[in-house]
């Protein structure tokens, strides 16, 4: 028998400069996400939540979702392949949305490592920096941005754990 133990995210070793990675699944952004959103976040612009308006008074003639939004669900695709396991986010270097996205779009991303060096303080963490762009339906840009993931090196980090024990395959 073998046990898949599926990685979620990775460590200082495991990333390359150059390397990419495609994250999966898309998501289609529906109209309640982004009124749910835009309600939560106390973000009550009309373009974003007012069909009338956005319609009538807005230029591109239709509700935009709100870029936090997008933000949000591009940085989150990335988490398996690249922050699953980091010890922190340390910041966001630069936050851009070129294209608007609309209800509707469907949104995929990938990031691209740009940088890793090793902690100068704390031997057993590392510090790389990555590029993950949001990329719809159509093939463009809405969403890309440069942030720095701080990650264990390999060995040093907490196991990963479960609240059980491997009892539950057991033959009764």
Not at 44 to 54: D, I, K, S, V, Y
Not at 62 to 84: E, H, Q, T
Not at 141 to 170: A, H, L, N, S
Request: aromatic share 10%.
């Amino acid at each position: 028998m073998t046990v898949h133990d599926r990685p979620f995210g990775r460590y200082l070793e495991e990333f390359e400069v150059g390397d990419i990675y495609k994250h999966w699944p898309g998501k289609t952004i529906t109209e309640y996400d982004n009124h749910l959103f835009s309600m939560i976040t106390m973000n009550h612009h009309p373009l974003h939540t007012n069909r009338w308006f956005a319609e009538n008074e807005t230029v591109h003639g239709k509700n935009v979702v709100v870029g936090n939004l997008v933000y949000s669900i591009v940085l989150g695709m990335s988490v398996p392949d690249v922050s699953g396991s980091a010890i922190a986010n340390l910041e966001v270097e630069s936050l851009k949305h070129p294209m608007p996205t609309f209800h509707g779009d469907t949104v995929y991303s990938e990031t691209r490592v740009i940088d890793k060096r090793e902690s100068a303080s704390k031997p057993e963490r590392g510090v790389v920096t990555v590029e993950t762009k949001g990329i719809n339906q159509r093939g463009e840009i809405v969403c890309e941005f440069t942030r720095k993931v701080m990650v264990w090196r390999k060995g040093m980090g907490p196991e990963r754990q479960r609240p059980y024990g491997d009892e539950i395959w057991e033959e009764s």
